[in-house]
């Protein structure tokens, strides 16, 4: 099933009393360093912290009782997997959270504050799905993937869907892109719209699947990502990568030295909290984009969680 406009507005429809509807901020100061008008999408204001309670809230809702009952099972080291434990605890119903035994501490913890049950798996994607698979069976649960799902993408799209709703509409909108989940439902919205606000990912160049997949034609997975932007590391899916291909007007890599100079430039002028992966949207502009020169640009903020004991400034 192809994600249409009317899924995202259907979607927020269903979402919108649980969910923050976040601010969208401006800073005269970043707009002289990008040489743009910026309006920020702040989601990292949002509930568990980032955008992925959107579409977890939203995936969570569509189920009927029946499946309801016997909870949701995921895979994820990051955001998803406290935004699902929340969202499910929000319907009084279980989660069952596969991490990897190296996940950070901080976002265990909010898995657990939400009430969600860690399985721990080994550092592989094929670990985690095997083991995902194994606790699906034996739960007889609905699985929920962190971004290849037409629930996931339909609510992420959500917060685009308010920003332009707020501040008119757009010349471009810039998004991280890691599985795609936030972008294509992003490109979605957006051009919902207007089909002439251009959209563009923003991607770690040490993590640079979506970029490499975009200029082939083709889905390349990620050969060994190693960014600090720890939720950009993900590969691109089936179904996010056929709406980003055919959709998006392009992707942006962003150095490590450019998310810490963002990220830095963010907390100091804006005093507000983002993580690195939140932080790549705005670190594409840190460089000349003469295509964005002087337009009205919308920023997706994507998530604000961070492990203070370990900033990279």
Not at 149 to 164: C, F, N, P, S, Y
Not at 232 to 255: H, M, N, P, Y
Not at 287 to 309: A, Q, T, Y
Request: hydrophobic letters at 40%; proline letters at 4%.
């Amino acid at each position: 099933m192809q994600v249409r406009f009317d899924d995202i507005k259907h979607a927020h429809t269903k979402i919108k009393s649980y969910i923050h509807r976040t601010p969208v901020l401006t800073s005269r100061i970043l707009n002289s360093i990008a040489g743009a008008r910026l309006f920020f999408k702040c989601e990292n204001f949002q509930k568990s912290g980032a955008f992925k309670f959107r579409g977890a809230m939203n995936a969570v809702l569509s189920l009927s009782e029946e499946d309801a009952r016997t909870g949701v099972i995921t895979h994820s080291s990051g955001n998803h997997a406290g935004a699902l434990a929340l969202a499910a605890k929000t319907r009084n119903i279980p989660a069952f959270i596969v991490m990897p035994e190296n996940a950070s501490e901080v976002k265990e913890a909010a898995v657990r504050d939400y009430g969600g049950r860690i399985i721990h798996c080994g550092l592989t994607l094929a670990s985690r799905e095997e083991v995902a698979d194994k606790v699906l069976k034996d739960s007889g649960g609905t699985l929920i993937h962190p971004y290849n799902d037409e629930r996931i993408i339909a609510g992420q799209g959500t917060a685009a869907l308010e920003l332009v709703e707020e501040v008119g509409t757009l010349d471009a909108i810039l998004a991280p892109v890691s599985g795609g989940g936030l972008l294509s439902g992003t490109v979605l919205a957006a051009k919902g719209f207007d089909e002439n606000i251009r959209v563009y990912g923003c991607e770690p160049e040490q993590a640079d699947d979506a970029y490499r997949s975009f200029q082939a034609g083709k889905l390349i997975p990620a050969e060994s990502p190693d960014s600090i932007a720890d939720g950009l590391r993900a590969s691109l899916g089936d179904k996010t990568f056929q709406i980003i291909k055919k959709e998006v007007d392009g992707i942006f890599l962003v150095s490590e030295r450019q998310i810490i100079e963002a990220m830095r430039l963010i907390w100091e002028r804006m005093k507000i909290i983002v993580e690195p992966s939140g932080a790549a949207s705005f670190a594409a502009l840190l460089l000349s984009r003469p295509e964005l020169s002087g337009k009205r640009i919308g920023i997706i903020l994507s998530g604000g969680n961070v492990d203070l004991s370990s900033l990279p400034f």
